[in-house]
């Protein structure tokens, strides 16, 4: 298995630079893995199949949908990728690099558990900042403009937004300087979860139902639903931040009243 990833990647390397690499080739990855991830939870709303794993009975309009994707298409080819085309120059400052050999997969899984940890303690208090009231106002509002989401309101966001809580998700990379094989892991696995968690639906192979502290799309749902400044659930992978700073004890109301009074305070579904 290694000697094919790494044929496959001698490949890459030999046919392109480092920048188009970096740049292009991580901005095609990105759209790839989000839309192919993400719109398939619009033909289900549509279709109405598996509902009954659909956490809200309401289904957003086609038109609303449509919206979703265009703003999308433009947000990314006028935000994300000239963010992207920035920050290269920084990241190979910081480090990075594509050649061989490729890094071990102990020195891999260890630097994307450092950037799950950090990126959810700093995408908390941003997101908490997000929730304040002028800045909600004319900032997070249009990220709550779907208040039932699917899988691509993930990235739905104003422009302002987008390069806020996008700080969160580069810190890690941007501290130790990866190799670019880890950086694309870490931006697919990043990515797969953000639209679960936007998904809409908690289905019972969800991980949240077996990883303990994992959020998911029941927990973030639930931020979805409440349309004022003052939520809660405001984490983007894991549930301890907000257990710690009592920001998710409307949720756990919830869930304890749906449970016949008996807050599951261990996984919190």
């Not at 009954?52 to 309401?58: D, E, G, M, S, V």
């Not at 990314?76 to 910081?94: A, D, E, R, T, W």
């Not at 997969?105 to 208090?125: C, G, R, S």
Request: proline content about 4%; charged content about 15%; hydrophobic content about 40%.
């Amino acid at each position: 298995m290694a000697s094919i990833i790494e044929s496959g990647w001698l490949y890459l390397t030999t046919h392109f630079n480092d920048f188009q690499l970096a740049c292009l080739g991580s901005f095609f990855l990105h759209e790839s893995v989000f839309f192919l991830s993400g719109l398939p939870f619009i033909f289900l709303e549509r279709a109405g199949w598996l509902n009954r794993y659909k956490i809200q009975t309401k289904n957003n309009s086609p038109a609303a949908q449509e919206k979703c994707v265009t703003r999308l298409v433009l947000y990314h080819f006028g935000v994300n990728l000239p963010v992207m085309l920035v920050s290269y120059p920084i990241f190979k400052y910081m480090g990075m690099q594509s050649s061989l050999p490729l890094p071990s997969w102990k020195v891999v899984l260890t630097q994307i558990l450092f950037y799950f940890i950090l990126e959810d303690f700093v995408f908390y208090w941003g997101h908490r900042v997000l929730h304040t009231k002028w800045l909600y106002k004319h900032v997070h509002s249009v990220h709550h403009e779907y208040a039932t989401p699917f899988g691509l309101t993930s990235e739905y966001a104003h422009p302002a937004e987008i390069l806020f809580l996008g700080f969160a998700t580069i810190v890690g990379p941007a501290i130790t300087g990866p190799h670019l094989i880890t950086l694309w892991l870490w931006m697919v696995l990043r990515v797969l979860e953000t639209v679960e968690a936007h998904c809409g639906y908690h289905f019972p192979w969800s991980l949240s139902n077996f990883l303990p502290l994992y959020g998911g799309s029941d927990f973030h749902d639930y931020h979805h639903r409440l349309l004022y400044t003052k939520s809660g659930n405001y984490s983007s992978t894991f549930t301890y931040m907000d257990r710690v700073f009592g920001t998710d004890e409307g949720y756990r109301r919830l869930k304890a009243l749906k449970n016949g009074g008996v807050e599951d305070g261990s996984k919190q579904k």
